[in-house]
């Protein structure tokens, strides 16, 4: 078992920044791919960025590319999403997630472990 649990969360205006933190216990977090994912009000649960289990291989959506950055502390067990230049069209629940594999992935299934999620609001 994994336990995740996101945090950093907030309410920022638009054109700011927040850092979301995600800390994993329980199995052994260092071999696996993380991602973080997003769902806003009455839409689809969607993929915003990925990172590989060594961290040095990362890919994004397109609608966050060159404002958001994923990264990984794998001795402090924890994956970051640096969020810049946010927009209102940001606005959701944000997720983070435990791939079933070493390498990147924008793909849900391919994802076991889910965290409880945290808000984010972007006011324009």
């Known amino acids: 078992q994994v336990q995740l649990v996101e945090s950093g969360g907030g309410l920022v205006q638009a054109g700011g920044s927040l850092r979301l933190s995600c800390a994993a216990s329980g199995r052994t977090f260092s071999p696996y791919g993380m991602g973080w994912f997003r769902q806003a009000p009455g839409k689809e649960r969607e993929f915003v960025a990925t990172?590989?289990?060594?961290?040095?291989?990362?890919y994004y959506a397109d609608s966050v590319k060159g404002r958001f950055t994923i990264s990984r502390d794998n001795a402090k067990n924890t994956v970051y999403l640096q969020m810049n230049s946010l927009k209102p069209e940001d606005t959701a629940v944000y997720y983070c997630?435990?791939?079933?594999?070493?390498?990147?992935?924008?793909?849900?299934?391919?994802?076991?472990?889910w965290g409880q999620g945290t808000q984010v609001t972007v006011s324009s």
């Open positions: 990172i590989d289990w060594s961290g040095d291989d990362t």
């Open positions: 997630a435990k791939s079933r594999y070493s390498r990147k992935s924008a793909v849900r299934n391919q994802y076991d472990y």
